[in-house]
């Protein structure tokens, strides 16, 4: 009770002053804190994956490619309705990059190489050069215009051009009203 006493009895002009050392003093506080308290995004982002990484990131990557490519072949003439179902082999793959050397003497190639790795101190990780999407191993197609054999070999041809596969991992259907 005496500080609140003590505070009422101060002056205007000095009320102000020690409500902006107590303000400055929390502000300290909380940045001293902040310091302390460790940042788990951050963390996993400097072991080299982010939260997305796995089976979430792969699962949302085969729906995208799906609703994608459904969009894509409904544009195709006499197509109809369209659903695909896609697979994927494998998550997403990183590739570090590298820095190598190269010696030779005589008959013999001598090759090095090491990852290239960034950060200081106990936040140093592999430089990631790129991300591999997952491997789509096969795709099937259902749609509403499967009667015409015209059809069929677009959706066929236009499945294995945007997924990058052969159109014998391709199966093409009737879609079920």
Not at 16 to 42: E, H
Not at 44 to 68: M, P, Q, V, W
Not at 109 to 120: A, L, Q, R
Not at 138 to 144: D, Q, R
């Amino acid at each position: 009770m005496e500080v609140a006493e003590k505070f009422r009895n101060l002056p205007k002009e000095k009320k102000l002053l020690a409500v902006v050392m107590m303000l400055g003093v929390a502000g300290l506080i909380f940045i001293m804190l902040s310091a302390v308290v460790p940042d788990s995004k951050k963390d996993t982002e400097s072991a080299g994956y982010s939260l997305e990484d796995g089976a979430d990131s792969t699962e949302k990557y085969r729906i995208d490619t799906e609703k994608r490519l459904e969009e894509f072949l409904s544009n195709i003439d006499g197509a109809g309705d369209v659903k695909v179902c896609i697979t994927v082999a494998t998550d997403q793959r990183y590739v570090y990059a590298t820095e190598g050397k190269r010696n030779q003497s005589g008959n013999t190639t001598e090759e090095e190489k090491k990852y290239v790795i960034i950060g200081n101190g106990s936040e140093k990780t592999a430089l990631v050069e790129t991300v591999q999407p997952p491997a789509i191993t096969g795709a099937v197609v259902a749609c509403s215009g499967y009667d015409s054999p015209a059809v069929q070999e677009q959706i066929y041809k236009a499945t294995s051009a945007v997924l990058g596969i052969s159109t014998g991992k391709i199966y093409v259907t009737k879609l079920k009203h």
